[in-house]
């Protein structure tokens, strides 16, 4: 039983693969300024992070390799909706200035026990209507 890694529950792989993908993005010139942001209980952001003056909002998606399905596909329009809410919430209350901003979605593939197969980024993956 020792030395013998173990699965990780859903909620853990989704804290590692964040993890992943802030460590990702910031080893590409990016400065993260927030994670996991929300308002009160409402819809949550991610990733908050900055380059060259955009501001990126970052939902970042977890899968195994084996899953038939690319996580962004997951990124519904109901769940961009709830993305760019948040990120009003966030220019509103933190920045309290105009940004020029974007949606961006970072998939991490993880196997069971938490190691990183493969990160892909999509920048400008949805826009705010």
């Known amino acids: 039983m020792f030395g013998r890694t173990c699965a990780k529950t859903k909620k853990e792989l989704g804290r590692i693969a964040e993890d992943h993908a802030a460590r990702y993005l ?37 899968r195994s390799a084996a899953d038939e399905f690319a996580p962004r596909d997951q990124v ?27 949606f961006d979605i970072v998939e991490v593939y993880l196997t069971p026990e938490g190691r990183v197969q493969k990160i892909a980024h999509y920048e400008g993956a949805f826009q705010a209507r």
């Open 26 to 62: 910031a080893s590409r010139g990016y400065r993260i300024k927030d994670r996991n942001f929300r308002l009160s209980r409402g819809p949550e952001v991610d990733i908050i992070a900055e380059r060259k003056d955009v501001l990126v909002c970052v939902e970042v998606k977890s």
């Open 76 to 102: 519904t329009p109901w769940k961009q909706r709830q993305i760019i809410r948040a990120a009003s919430g966030y220019i509103q209350y933190r920045e309290r200035r105009e940004r020029v901003m974007r």
